[in-house]
Structures are given as structure tokens and as C-alpha cells.
């Protein structure tokens, strides 16, 4: 399970059993280092678990950290609502701060700062009914490299529109959740948040990395399976659009099916539906025909010619012992299979693959976590002959951050004991970009009239090497609010096959609650 899943902008409820009774219903929302808290959890009991849906469902999480022993969790997450309590009768509420302060030097003389909070609460109503609500805002001055991403999207990435101006970035990031569950089995989720499905740190199917979306979820959990039906209502801004606030709708229908084979063994399939709710001809909106719940219901309609564009992906998870896993992810855009097994390089065969491990406590170094994995997307996937229908939500793509066209290899290595943690985070990626030939490095241009038919490749076009390192070291300074002070130093180095080079570095202080992932790798 990645551990670094679960970026939702609501609210981490508590994973600390003791001191209260916990709801049945509900979802829990973690952060890197809740995730890993629960990740070593769930290797230490060696139970059966769904790691490729998140968030995860409480009862879920509850059943695994109720049974595993304390000992076995370093630095284990006994996060929560800072004030909770009765609110009488049976109903419990809950109320949590956001913070997120931080100051930066950079090597060009210039200071990086934000200054960010908000609030997050919860209510709750007896076993069956949970409601989550946040909001999270501020400012910041931020590197150069994410102030290019956001003057050419007009976004900042995974907090939505850029409200400021100049160097100065702005953000406001609302985000609330509504779940009910009338059974152990069964629970119904709707809000404006996130959802993700994968194994790994990035999701080559859908991932936590963009801007927030209204959805709906169903979930049935019946034996070792764990069912889960999405429907979601994205937008599609484009450059003209951010300025002149002209957004267009556009909706999805997903289905993933997770089956745990065994303790150690989980395996998913997944497929998801996007398409645009307008068009020169008609008004569509969401279409009733997607509300069927049935799994691989779509396919049939797209070999008949359906012009919405279709994904579909598998996950997998092998635990080895209860000190280590690997895992994987394919996904399918679109292929011929003649072409495929002739391997040559066809526009269309769009594909992605990701491999990846994970281990705890390697060489006996207790609470030492190390992770490494490879992300590979061929040019064109995710793209649509409309660009209204790439698989993109918010000028982010909805998959993995580099959008198509790359490889990326990460690693992280991760050590918490007691309330002092380290970590390192490296990412390796070469990737393709555009310029004037269509080559399949915008997933946001229309893959009509591609530069080749033939003889394409994996970071074709304008080469981009990137490397990406940060480090820290720093302190829990309040475990139930997961407030961490921290020291951490940035070095980012990006070069073209056209000559040029740069690189930023910058090292300061931040003290956040770190309620949510970012990923500001690329």
C-alpha cells in the first residue's frame, strides 16, 4: 500500500481508538505519514485489506489498528480531531486546525515563504451518518518552476485557481464529505473532494494530485470483495477559460472491483468513462446510461464506436512477510493489437506501467522505511480528439502529474522513532514535450493529425531530464494534530536535448499539520 495516498481536502479522522467509541460509517483521510503508520499495521497482522482504494472506509482501518499491537507501529499515527466530544444524544463532533508555515532561502538571494491554515470539523450521528467539512487557504511565494506551471494553467497544483498576482500566489481550497452507511457492508459518500486507486505513490488510474471535484461513491465491502462505484463532475478550463471563467463540465463514470486472494495478495481491475456535457449539437449532461453499476459495462458500448473516451487498468499487491511488498499497475488507453505485437511504435497504442516496492526495516534498522518505484506512460495517452475530453480535471491531468510520454523512477527513503523523523524523496524523470509537432507530450492538445504515425517513442520530442531531491529532518510537536517542525532542503535540476539548464535550490523551516499530501515533484 503507497504511503503516500489519501490526499483529501476534509478532514484526517482520529485513528487513535483509545479514550472513544468510533463510527462505523465514515472514511479515513491520511496523510503520508498516517498512511505508512497504517501501512506497517496492516503488514504486521498480515490481515486481509484493500490498499488500492482510497480513502480507505473505517471500519476498515479501525479492524486493523484495534487488533495490532503499538509496539510494531514507530512513530504510529494517534491522529484526531483536537477537540471532540458529545454533542448529545448520539451525536459527536469533532474540530481540527490547519496549518502550514514555512520560510525559505533560495540560491538566486530570494525568500520563499507561505502562510496558510484553515479549519476542519466533523459531525457525526450514532453508526450510520458522518459529515466532514474543511477549508484551506493563504498565500505563498513560491519557486520559479511551480510559478511557470501556474502563469502557463492559470492553476496551482492541487489547490485550484491561482488568486493572486505577480509572485505572489493565492489559494482558497474548499472541501466537505457526506457518508451514510445503512449496513456494514454498504455506504454511500457524497462531497467535493478526491478519490484514488493504486498501490504506489503515483496512480497511472485515477490520483489524489488534482484540484478538488464534487462525486459520488458507492461502495459495497462483502467478503474479500471491495466494490466501488464513482461518479464524479469535472471541469475543463483551458487557457481562454481561466481568464474569462467560461468553464465546461464534464463527467465520469469509474468502477474498480478489488478482490484480496489471500492475506498477503490483492488484486484490482478498473475502468473509467469520461465524457463531455456539451457539445455544437447538443446540451448532454451526465448520462443516465453510466449510473449502471455492472464493471466492464462500458466496453461493450466503445467497440461500437461510442466517441467518449474509455480507460481501463489493473493493480496489484504481494505482500512478502510482513516486513515487505510489491506491487504493480497497467492501464490501457487505447491499442490494436496487431500493431502491438509488430512493435512499430503506432501513435495509438497508448499504455502505462508502473512497478514498485516496499520495506520495512531493512538490515534490522527499525523504523527505517524504504520505497522505490518506476512509472512509464507511452505518448498520446490520456489525450482526446476533443480536448475536452482528456482525462484531465482543473488543468491537471487526472492520472499521474507528468501527464504522458515519460519515465519517472522515485524513491524514498523514510525513518521515524519516537517523535523525531528524517526523510529523503528523489525523483528521476525524462520526458517529452510538443513545441510545434504534435509528439503526445500534451495530454491537453487533441491527438488528431499526431507528427508520426509510426515509429514513435517514450519521450519523443523535446527531451526533458529532471531530477528532483529534498531532504528533512524534524520533530512531532503535537502527535494527536500531527504538527511537525521540520528543516528541509529542495534541489531541482531540469535539462533539454536543446541545451538548456537549470536548476533552483532553496532549504528553510516549515511547520505544518500536514493533513494532506502535495506533489510538487515534476
Given at each position: 500500500?503507497?504511503?503516500?495516498?489519501?490526499?483529501?481536502?476534509?478532514?484526517?479522522?482520529?485513528?487513535?481508538?483509545?479514550?472513544?467509541?468510533?463510527?462505523?460509517?465514515?472514511a479515513?483521510?491520511?496523510?503520508?505519514?498516517?498512511?505508512?503508520?497504517?501501512?506497517?499495521?496492516?503488514?504486521?497482522?498480515?490481515?486481509?485489506f484493500?490498499?488500492?482504494?482510497?480513502?480507505?472506509?473505517?471500519?476498515?482501518?479501525?479492524?486493523?489498528?484495534?487488533?495490532?499491537?503499538?509496539?510494531?507501529?514507530?512513530?504510529?499515527?494517534?491522529?484526531?480531531?483536537?477537540?471532540?466530544?458529545?454533542?448529545?444524544?448520539?451525536?459527536?463532533?469533532?474540530?481540527?486546525?490547519?496549518?502550514?508555515?514555512?520560510?525559505?532561502?533560495?540560491?538566486?538571494?530570494?525568500?520563499?515563504?507561505?502562510?496558510?491554515?484553515?479549519?476542519?470539523a466533523?459531525?457525526?450521528?450514532?453508526?450510520?451518518?458522518?459529515?466532514?467539512?474543511?477549508?484551506?487557504?493563504?498565500?505563498?511565494?513560491?519557486?520559479?518552476?511551480?510559478?511557470?506551471?501556474?502563469?502557463?494553467?492559470?492553476?496551482?497544483?492541487?489547490?485550484?485557481?491561482?488568486?493572486?498576482?505577480?509572485?505572489?500566489?493565492?489559494?482558497?481550497?474548499?472541501?466537505?464529505?457526506?457518508?451514510y452507511?445503512?449496513?456494514?457492508?454498504?455506504?454511500?459518500?457524497?462531497?467535493?473532494?478526491?478519490?484514488?486507486?493504486?498501490?504506489?505513490?503515483?496512480?497511472?488510474?485515477?490520483?489524489?494530485?488534482?484540484?478538488?471535484?464534487?462525486?459520488?461513491?458507492?461502495?459495497?465491502?462483502?467478503?474479500?470483495?471491495?466494490?466501488?462505484?464513482?461518479?464524479?463532475?469535472?471541469?475543463?478550463?483551458?487557457?481562454?477559460?481561466?481568464?474569462?471563467?467560461?468553464?465546461?463540465?464534464?463527467?465520469?463514470?469509474?468502477?474498480?472491483?478489488?478482490?484480496?486472494?489471500?492475506?498477503?495478495?490483492?488484486?484490482?481491475v478498473?475502468?473509467?468513462?469520461?465524457?463531455?456535457?456539451?457539445?455544437?449539437?447538443?446540451?448532454r449532461?451526465?448520462?443516465?446510461?453510466?449510473?449502471n453499476?455492472?464493471?466492464?459495462?462500458?466496453?461493450?458500448?466503445?467497440?461500437?464506436?461510442?466517441?467518449?473516451?474509455?480507460?481501463?487498468?489493473?493493480?496489484?499487491?504481494?505482500?512478502?512477510?510482513?516486513?515487505?511488498?510489491?506491487?504493480?499497475?497497467?492501464?490501457?488507453d487505447e491499442?490494436?493489437?496487431?500493431?502491438?505485437?509488430?512493435?512499430?511504435?503506432?501513435?495509438?497504442?497508448?499504455?502505462?506501467?508502473?512497478?514498485?516496492?516496499?520495506?520495512?526495516?531493512?538490515?534490522?534498522?527499525?523504523?527505517?522505511?524504504?520505497?522505490?518505484?518506476?512509472?512509464?506512460?507511452?505518448?498520446?495517452?490520456?489525450?482526446?480528439?476533443?480536448?475536452?475530453?482528456?482525462?484531465?480535471?482543473?488543468?491537471?491531468p487526472l492520472?499521474?502529474?507528468?501527464?504522458?510520454?515519460?519515465?519517472?523512477?522515485?524513491?524514498?527513503?523514510?525513518?521515524?522513532?519516537?517523535?523525531?523523523?528524517?526523510?529523503?524523496?528523489?525523483?528521476?524523470?525524462?520526458?517529452?514535450?510538443?513545441?510545434?509537432?504534435?509528439?503526445?507530450?500534451n495530454?491537453?492538445r487533441?491527438?488528431?493529425?499526431?507528427?508520426?504515425?509510426?515509429?514513435?517513442?517514450?519521450?519523443?520530442?523535446?527531451?526533458?531530464?529532471?531530477?528532483?531531491?529534498?531532504?528533512?529532518?524534524?520533530?512531532?510537536?503535537?502527535?494527536?494534530?500531527?504538527?511537525?517542525?521540520?528543516?528541509?532542503?529542495?534541489?531541482?535540476?531540469?535539462?533539454?536535448?536543446?541545451?538548456?539548464?537549470?536548476?533552483?535550490?532553496?532549504?528553510?523551516?516549515?511547520?505544518?499539520?500536514?493533513?494532506?499530501?502535495r506533489?510538487?515533484?515534476?
Amino acid at each position: 500500500m503507497s504511503a503516500t495516498h489519501g490526499k483529501i481536502r476534509i478532514i484526517l479522522v482520529a485513528l487513535c481508538l483509545a479514550g472513544g467509541v468510533r463510527a462505523q460509517t465514515g472514511a479515513d483521510f491520511l496523510d503520508r505519514f498516517g498512511s505508512m503508520a497504517l501501512e506497517r499495521a496492516v503488514f504486521a497482522r498480515d490481515t486481509f485489506f484493500h490498499p488500492a482504494v482510497v480513502p480507505f472506509r473505517q471500519n476498515e482501518v479501525r479492524a486493523v489498528l484495534a487488533s495490532a499491537d503499538s509496539a510494531e507501529i514507530p512513530g504510529s499515527a494517534c491522529f484526531g480531531p483536537y477537540i471532540s466530544g458529545s454533542l448529545g444524544g448520539k451525536w459527536y463532533g469533532g474540530l481540527s486546525p490547519m496549518l502550514d508555515l514555512s520560510a525559505e532561502a533560495t540560491d538566486q538571494g530570494s525568500a520563499l515563504f507561505r502562510t496558510a491554515g484553515g479549519i476542519q470539523a466533523s459531525l457525526r450521528y450514532g453508526d450510520k451518518l458522518e459529515i466532514f467539512g474543511a477549508f484551506f487557504g493563504g498565500f505563498e511565494r513560491a519557486p520559479a518552476y511551480i510559478n511557470a506551471f501556474s502563469d502557463s494553467l492559470g492553476v496551482l497544483p492541487g489547490l485550484g485557481r491561482n488568486r493572486g498576482s505577480g509572485d505572489l500566489s493565492a489559494f482558497a481550497l474548499p472541501a466537505f464529505a457526506v457518508m451514510y452507511s445503512p449496513s456494514r457492508y454498504f455506504q454511500v459518500d457524497a462531497g467535493f473532494g478526491t478519490n484514488s486507486f493504486g498501490s504506489g505513490y503515483r496512480s497511472l488510474l485515477l490520483s489524489d494530485a488534482a484540484y478538488n471535484y464534487p462525486y459520488l461513491k458507492l461502495t459495497t465491502d462483502v467478503w474479500r470483495f471491495k466494490y466501488t462505484n464513482l461518479f464524479a463532475a469535472m471541469t475543463h478550463i483551458g487557457d481562454e477559460a481561466v481568464r474569462s471563467e467560461n468553464f465546461r463540465p464534464k463527467y465520469t463514470a469509474t468502477h474498480h472491483l478489488s478482490w484480496a486472494v489471500s492475506r498477503r495478495v490483492t488484486v484490482s481491475v478498473f475502468e473509467s468513462v469520461l465524457w463531455q456535457g456539451s457539445d455544437s449539437l447538443s446540451d448532454r449532461g451526465f448520462d443516465p446510461h453510466y449510473l449502471n453499476p455492472v464493471i466492464f459495462y462500458r466496453p461493450v458500448e466503445f467497440a461500437m464506436g461510442s466517441p467518449d473516451r474509455m480507460l481501463v487498468g489493473a493493480d496489484v499487491q504481494v505482500r512478502l512477510g510482513k516486513k515487505a511488498a510489491l506491487y504493480g499497475q497497467f492501464m490501457l488507453d487505447e491499442f490494436l493489437l496487431e500493431n502491438l505485437r509488430e512493435r512499430n511504435g503506432w501513435w495509438a497504442n497508448k499504455w502505462g506501467i508502473q512497478a514498485g516496492a516496499t520495506v520495512f526495516d531493512p538490515l534490522g534498522l527499525e523504523g527505517l522505511r524504504l520505497q522505490g518505484e518506476f512509472n512509464v506512460v507511452r505518448p498520446f495517452t490520456y489525450s482526446h480528439g476533443s480536448p475536452l475530453q482528456s482525462y484531465t480535471h482543473f488543468n491537471q491531468p487526472l492520472a499521474h502529474p507528468l501527464g504522458s510520454n515519460f519515465y519517472e523512477a522515485v524513491f524514498f527513503a523514510d525513518y521515524e522513532r519516537g517523535t523525531w523523523f528524517a526523510g529523503s524523496h528523489t525523483v528521476v524523470s525524462r520526458y517529452g514535450r510538443d513545441g510545434g509537432a504534435n509528439m503526445g507530450g500534451n495530454i491537453f492538445r487533441s491527438y488528431a493529425n499526431p507528427e508520426m504515425i509510426f515509429g514513435n517513442r517514450i519521450a519523443q520530442g523535446i527531451r526533458n531530464d529532471l531530477v528532483f531531491q529534498r531532504v528533512s529532518v524534524g520533530k512531532v510537536i503535537h502527535r494527536k494534530m500531527n504538527l511537525r517542525l521540520s528543516l528541509r532542503a529542495t534541489v531541482r535540476a531540469l535539462s533539454t536535448d536543446g541545451g538548456s539548464f537549470e536548476t533552483e535550490a532553496f532549504a528553510g523551516i516549515s511547520l505544518s499539520t500536514g493533513f494532506f499530501n502535495r506533489y510538487r515533484d515534476f
